[in-house]
């Protein structure tokens, strides 16, 4: 019994749902990438035909997008209904993953600022939204004293009171070339303008 290449090939089905219609439509072409055993075989045959693969699949991506949503709450707020195909899009470009929160969170929030980069996602004050939310990560992974620097384009306090306020979509918030120490003091975050 190849266990190893098993747990593999079972990993790789759970990860993506895609994957397991693309099986579902050949499995020959699956298996050859394995070194499976008839009985291994027959065993993923009847998994991807029980009605709980699907379940497996959700809770596989529940894990990764928990972290996602959780440290980057009003990011994927601002997507709105935008947030579930970039999810997508994150999960096929990363399919392989250490289940890791700070690289999840980091490894999406990457992806969105190359979005915001060019173009391709254009809603106002998610940049300075998703940088803040993107350090507040990192800093909860760093022992205290750890400090970063970040200029938001526009007032990120005003941007926040606009969030907490739900009026957001209507404020016309000012530009800025404010640069903030971001930093964690006794677990809570502090933020100093730098002049």
Known sequence: MSLPDFQKAFASLIASPALCKAVLADENAFFADYDLTEKE????HSVLRQRG??????????NRI???????SNTSALLGDDFVPL????WQQHANTTLQFRDEVSKFGELILQKIEKG???????KDVLLLEMVINELSYLPEGEVRLVKFDHDIF????AINDENLSIQKIETS???FHIYMKDLKLQMDVVV
């Not at 075989?41 to 993923?44: E, S």
């Not at 391709?120 to 998610?126: C, F, M, Q, R």
């Open 120 to 126: 391709i996602v254009k809603v106002p004050y998610l």
């Open 41 to 44: 075989k027959t065993r993923i």
């Open 87 to 90: 999810a997508d899009e994150f």
């Open 158 to 161: 005003h941007i926040l009171s």
């Open 177 to 179: 070339n404010a640069k």
């Open 66 to 72: 928990t972290p996602i949503y959780t440290q980057l």
């Open 53 to 62: 693969i699907s379940a497996c699949c959700t809770l596989y991506r529940m």
